[in-house]
């Protein structure tokens, strides 16, 4: 029996409401919630776009001061001789992918990358040991968001989040949102004889909202 005989029945024969003939139609149509482009003012979806930033971090996870996305000098940069504590204390460990590369190598410069497609959040710190400045850029969906040093002695932390979308059902208000699925890349650019430190996260199928703003 479908929704809107059972409401005209219950209403004495009333018309139903035009939110509940649309919902009705696209659970027909196998679509249980309303899309993007639809005009009805009381059903809406929307989205914001994709974030990125970083901060500087502290040895203390407690002591860590996030600068509102802007590059802060740390008092005291990481050597060779912190490897193990760089493994052993930043290094991330969750998500649907990592890497932990201590003391890395530039050589002669090949290209050092990491990407995920389909990814909802992203994580990389770097940290320049020896030789000089390093880039890390950012790329989301192709284009490239921004390409920010890491002079030496320096030791950096970046994020990126997807875009969000909010859900909205066929007779309720937008209540839910989600980071959307896309694809995130970060290059370490200009390390050619140089040394540092980085580790990276992909957070897919792991997270779903606000859970996905950290590592």
């Known amino acids: 029996r479908s929704t809107l005989s059972l409401y005209s029945k219950l209403a004495g024969g009333a018309e139903p409401p035009l939110a509940l003939v649309q919902a009705e139609k696209r659970r027909l149509d196998g679509r249980p919630y309303a899309s993007e482009t639809e005009k009805d003012p009381l059903v809406t979806a929307s989205s914001a776009p994709p974030r ?6 502290s040895a203390s996870p407690a002591a860590v ?37 201590p ?19 992203s994580f990389l710190q770097a940290a320049a040991i020896s030789g000089g400045t390093i880039w890390v850029a950012i790329t989301y969906e192709g284009g490239t968001l921004s390409q920010n040093p890491v002079f030496l002695g320096e030791w950096h ?59």
């Open 103 to 121: 003391g890395w190598w530039g050589g002669s410069g090949e290209p050092v990358y990491v990407h995920w497609y389909g990814t909802r959040s």
């Open 65 to 101: 001061a996030n600068t509102g996305g802007d590059i802060a000098r740390v008092s005291r940069g990481l050597t060779a001789a912190d490897d193990q504590f760089w493994r052993d204390n930043v290094c991330y460990t969750g998500g649907n992918a990592n890497g932990c590369m």
């Open 157 to 215: 932390s970046f994020y990126l989040f997807s875009t969000k979308t909010w859900d909205c059902c066929g007779i309720c208000a937008c209540g839910t949102s989600h980071y959307d699925q896309r694809h995130h890349r970060w290059d370490i650019v200009g390390g050619a004889g140089k040394t540092y430190d980085w580790t990276y996260e992909f957070k897919s199928n792991t997270c779903w909202d606000t859970d996905c703003e950290s590592p």
């Open 52 to 57: 990125s930033g970083g901060f500087t971090p």
